[in-house]
């Protein structure tokens, strides 16, 4: 196939993808622009595969089964709790292709004793250097989502110019590439610098900071890729590893200004993880004597002549798998004539949109789930509010304490409710670290328990009005 | 020089297009969005399709193979993932 007519299919495909990703923007649509996009993918591959430069087959062959087969079981037995690792993880593996095949090019071109720019192999540099980070990054971040790793933010004294050390080492080994590209092993250092700094820069980000870094990470891969693409001059990497490389850091963007802190303050804060933040208010001075714990017979007697209640749910919500129960207490309410929304806060859980997934799960109709600007108004009129397993997002802090962790977040006002129920397993505080004044509220009202318990009890309350 | 100019024009362009599709994506399908568009990043399969199949050397084919497994699996994997997410947001 001729390289014009290789060109025109991967021009085809990037259109895919482009209308694949416009799919996305809305529920109706978006199961269609998937497809489309992997359409996209298909002619991208095929088309590649007529490539002249393709001798044989097998290896290839083997490659595609083998990584076809490992994708598809674990895309298929993974549960929907566990979908940010496996993003995580799969992106790690595309970061991790791009510095294998930036390396395979440039040992490939010292084989063959072709002569190379210095945009091939400071291309090859930056390929191998980001696809690694981000190979390494990934696999810390799925570790911290699995538990694997802890979810505290991993601290340790000079880390931050250990890093810049390591940065440094790092570019400094590619220029030593550039400038003599024929030093293969040189390459291997690289990415062995650039596997270490992968690992240290994201281990001292807090489990809950995960999404922000997961959408870095998925920048870099797509940012990796359209650098292969300048190593390959191929349009097609360069086109789409942009498409990915401007949707990660544009997610990113939106991540940070959700909760009011800066890229640098998340990567670079160690904000997070159980001990108290400096400063802030002992746990008992907030809480004593203020907090009062309740039971589902009185939440029930709350919820009989309530008119509207809204839902906030939070990452207990998915630890504690209570999305379907959440719904079934919907629809009892509904029944009964109560209007129920849900009130789904930018950065709640551990993806952003995360809520909302495991909220399509249990069947939830979409347009029940209200962004922050939309529910926020609402509050003032509702009878109850009831949160699951959220914490800071629902931390008033955030509006009065310009020196809290938190400080300037915007927050979901459920404090505005008549009442507000919190179903939270303990008084321990949530990923900020600091104690949290809503549960010492007048009309705050604590459920300890585990979500799904507490939810199930609650419902067994509710029939029995 | 000229091929250079051209990528980093295309490059630009494309920084341009995912901008403005991107900024349309509701919060409620922000998940499927980091999952579509992690399948996306998987194109690097079309490099490692390149490395794998051209047979240079040993090392150049081991690399590619093992380029070719790591990006499959972010293919299949990040577009499955992402079909079982959205397929929840489908009217029943």
């Known amino acids: 196939m001729s390289n014009a007519l290789i060109n025109l299919a991967y021009l085809l495909a990037s259109v895919l993808f482009i209308l694949g990703l416009k799919g996305l923007a809305h529920p109706r649509t978006a199961v269609r622009g998937n497809l489309i996009s992997a359409l996209g993918m298909l002619i991208a591959v095929v088309v590649t595969l007529l490539d002249k430069s393709i001798v044989d087959f097998t290896v290839i062959l083997a490659g595609l089964v083998v990584g076809g087969a490992i994708g598809a079981i674990a895309a298929v037995r993974v549960p929907m709790t566990a979908m940010p690792e496996m993003v995580a993880l799969f992106n790690g593996f595309g970061g991790g292709a791009s510095t294998l095949v930036a390396g395979a090019a440039l040992f490939e071109a010292i084989y063959m004793s072709t002569a190379v720019t210095t945009d091939f192999t400071v291309a090859t540099v930056f390929s191998g250097l980001v696809g690694s980070v981000t190979f390494w990054g990934s696999l810390v971040a799925f570790g911290k989502l699995q538990g694997i790793l802890s979810g505290n933010p991993i601290l340790f004294p000079g880390q931050h110019a250990l890093n810049a050390v390591l940065l440094i080492a790092a570019l400094g080994v590619g220029g030593y590439i550039v400038a003599d590209p024929s030093q293969t092993m040189a390459y291997w250092v690289l990415v062995a610098i650039a596997a270490v700094l992968g690992v240290l820069i994201t281990i001292p980000i807090g489990g809950a900071d995960m999404p922000v870094v997961i959408s870095l990470l998925n920048s870099y891969s797509g940012i990796a890729a359209a650098s292969t693409g300048f190593v390959l001059s191929n349009n097609m990497l360069i086109i789409a ?37 400096a400063g802030a208010p002992s746990a008992d001075s907030v809480y004593a004597g203020k907090v009062k714990a309740t039971s589902a017979e009185e939440v029930a007697m709350l919820l009989e002549n309530a008119r509207r209640v809204i839902i906030v749910p939070g990452y207990g919500l998915a630890v504690s798998q209570a999305q379907h129960q959440v719904k079934q207490l919907a629809e009892l309410l509904e029944s009964r004539g109560t209007e129920v929304l849900y009130g789904i806060h930018p950065v709640a859980g551990r993806m952003p949109g995360h809520m909302n997934v495991l909220l399509a799960e249990a069947e939830v109709p979409y347009e029940k789930l209200l962004d922050m600007d939309q529910v926020n108004p609402l509050f003032k009129e509702t009878d109850v509010a009831i949160v699951i397993g959220a914490n800071d997002v629902v931390n008033p802090v955030a509006r009065t304490d310009p020196n809290s962790p938190i400080a300037g977040m915007p927050i979901l006002d459920v404090d505005q409710a008549r009442t507000v129920v919190i179903i939270k397993r303990s008084l321990s505080p949530g990923f900020a670290g600091i104690p949290n004044p809503l549960f010492a509220a007048d009309n705050a009202l604590m459920y300890f328990s585990d979500g799904k318990k507490a939810l199930n009890e609650l419902i067994a309350a509710v029939k029995e009005l | 020089m000229e091929g250079l100019v051209i990528s980093v024009t295309i490059f630009v362009l494309a920084i341009f297009v995912g901008f403005e599709v991107i900024t349309k994506v509701p919060p409620t399908l922000h998940t499927p969005l980091m999952s579509g568009s992690n399948a996306i990043s998987g194109i690097t399969l079309v490099g490692a399709l390149l490395s794998a199949g051209a047979q240079h050397t040993t090392l150049t084919t081991a690399l590619g193979f093992t380029a070719v497994v790591f990006a499959t699996i972010n293919v299949v994997g990040g577009y499955m993932v992402t079909h079982r997410m959205l397929e929840m947001f489908r009217k029943k």
């Open chain 1, 241 to 277: 590893g942009s498409l990915v490389g401007a949707s990660g850091l544009i997610l990113t963007n939106i991540m940070c200004k959700a909760m009011n802190r800066s890229l640098a303050n998340v990567l670079f804060g160690g904000v997070g993880g159980e001990a108290a933040a």
